[in-house]
């Protein structure tokens, strides 16, 4: 691990000889932010990666179910953005969809209805907020193959505690 060296107000001042010593705290002290070492300050929360809706896959199921069946993805959030939810009839019947998000414990439905073809939703997110969506086909109707996904536009999805990824750069 990189070690955090303070900079005094001293060494940054107009007319101040700039120094191995001060070169060197300023090469490794973002290293040593990253990396968490003992003393150096903390990042935020707010200093992740925004997310921005988009079409690199994050994380995606596909399954054939039938009738009275149903599945689902679901994902917690530690990010602020947008993401993109897709529900996608890849063959078979027509079956019924639903995505929603709970924020502070606010069960959301955000779209919902008969799944013919593929439903794309950018999804307004905030850490804490948990996004789900679910395919079902009902009783007397033709089951099919159906995708459901999470995706943003190349920047990672930090992992939450309901989903496992995929593409990401961590």
Sequence with gaps: MTDYTSIADSQVEPLSPVTSELMTALRDNPLAIAEGSTGAP????????RLVAGDAIR????QTINSEESFGIGHSFLQIGTIRVKA????????????????????TVL??????GTVSVDVGVLPGDAVSATVSVSSFQPGGTYTLSLS??????????????EGNDV
Excluded: C, F, H
């Design 42 to 49: 903390r990042m935020v929360l707010k200093s992740i990666e």
């Design 59 to 62: 994380n995606q199921l596909t």
């Design 88 to 107: 996608i009839q890849v063959s078979g019947g027509v079956a019924s969809y639903s995505i929603t998000r709970n924020r502070n414990r606010v069960l």
């Design 111 to 116: 779209s919902s209805g008969g799944l013919s």
């Design 152 to 165: 943003t536009d190349g920047g990672n999805l930090w992992p939450g505690s309901t989903a496992q990824l």
